[in-house]
């Protein structure tokens, strides 16, 4: 019988392959699928572009979000508390790495805590879904939300990692029944998130019912969760059976659409291989409220705080010129300006 690292070992790896294998899916975003049509006269002071937003009850400066990577290593706490200051500097939101492995090793939860580096933030706590059907529930959201004083709680959903993970959590049956409950008996959002495979016009409209408040598509594009999954299994099989999946998934452009035709009005994050501002604000024309980024932001946290800050500062800019060009002065602007498909 193989014997299954413990999670932290597990979180090690995760960051170590990230930062040094190609781990991308073989598909793309989509968003390289559309453009913004050019105003020559956009009648806009680019020093008056209005990024700001509100969202469950804080304001943002930008439209970004650091997506939820890490925790539970001594080299997550540093990871985690360079995002962090960094995203108080620039006034974005964040989310934290599933935060089960503080919730079964409670000694970890320092790698998860970064509120006192970044008070004002919005930030989001971080467990898996799947984890409702072995032994957790709505006592363990509240610790996980109470642990980092969150803002709000994702609950992540990876039935294919689980699936070509050595020893993964595969039961996902009457799952939607417990997320509906969490979001009722919970006094904070619930945020419902995919890991990299985006989300279908059937799995938006289901979570809409189970109550969640967001939903962050995760799509195809980004990081391969099989692809971290095959690089450090410990067989051939289940090395292989991890790489077949190289392709998988709903494009983050297409699952964007999904969510906003299942449910028009909702907050949606769009993550999965965004690689800057022009993308974010893509996404945001699609229908989107929020863009994540999760690789980009991690290798420049292997680094320095000053090189996150420098990241999120150009990201930013990059929205403010992207919506100056396109002749935008808000994002609600954004969210009527109509892309156009190559």
Not at 166 to 187: P, R, S, T, Y
Not at 198 to 211: F, H, Q, Y
Not at 247 to 276: C, H, Q
Request: net charge negative; hydrophobic share 45%.
């Amino acid at each position: 019988m193989t014997k299954v690292a413990p999670i932290d070992q597990r979180k090690a790896d995760h960051i170590k392959i990230n930062l040094e294998q190609d781990v991308r899916s073989a598909l793309s975003s989509g968003l390289e699928k559309y453009r913004f049509n050019h105003e020559a006269l956009p009648e806009l002071d680019l020093e008056r572009i209005d990024t700001t937003l509100s969202l469950f009850g804080k304001k943002i400066n930008s439209p970004i979000l650091i997506s939820s990577m890490t925790g539970g290593t001594d080299s997550a706490k540093t990871i985690n508390m360079r995002l962090a200051e960094a995203a108080q500097e620039c006034g974005i939101a964040m989310g934290v790495g599933s935060q089960r492995a503080a919730i079964e090793h409670p000694e970890q939860a320092e790698t998860f805590q970064v509120r006192k580096a970044a008070p004002d933030i919005l930030l989001f706590a971080n467990l898996g879904a799947v984890q409702l059907n072995y032994g957790y529930g709505i006592d363990q959201c509240r610790q996980a939300v109470d642990m980092i004083e969150a803002d709000a709680l994702i609950l992540h959903l990876n039935p294919l990692q689980e699936a070509v993970q050595d020893a993964g959590d595969v039961n996902f049956a009457g799952l939607a029944k417990k997320i509906e409950e969490v979001c009722k008996k919970i006094e904070v959002p619930v945020i419902a998130k995919e890991v990299g495979w985006g989300i279908s016009e059937r799995t938006a409209k289901l979570l809409v019912n189970c109550g969640v408040s967001a939903i962050d598509v995760a799509g195809a594009g980004g990081t391969s969760w099989s692809q971290v999954e095959m690089h450090r299994a410990p067989d051939e099989f289940t090395r292989q059976l991890a790489g077949t999946f190289v392709g998988w998934g709903i494009p983050t452009a297409e699952s964007i659409l999904n969510v906003r035709k299942a449910v028009p009005v909702m907050a949606v994050f769009a993550s999965g291989g965004l690689k800057d501002g022009l993308d974010i604000a893509k996404c945001i024309a699609l229908g989107a409220t929020l863009g994540g980024m999760a690789g980009p932001f991690l290798k420049a946290a292997a680094i320095s705080n000053e090189n996150v800050v420098d990241m999120m500062k150009l990201t930013m800019r990059q929205i403010e010129v992207t919506m100056f060009a396109a002749g935008v002065g808000t994002l609600e602007g954004l969210k009527v300006k109509k892309l156009v498909k190559i």
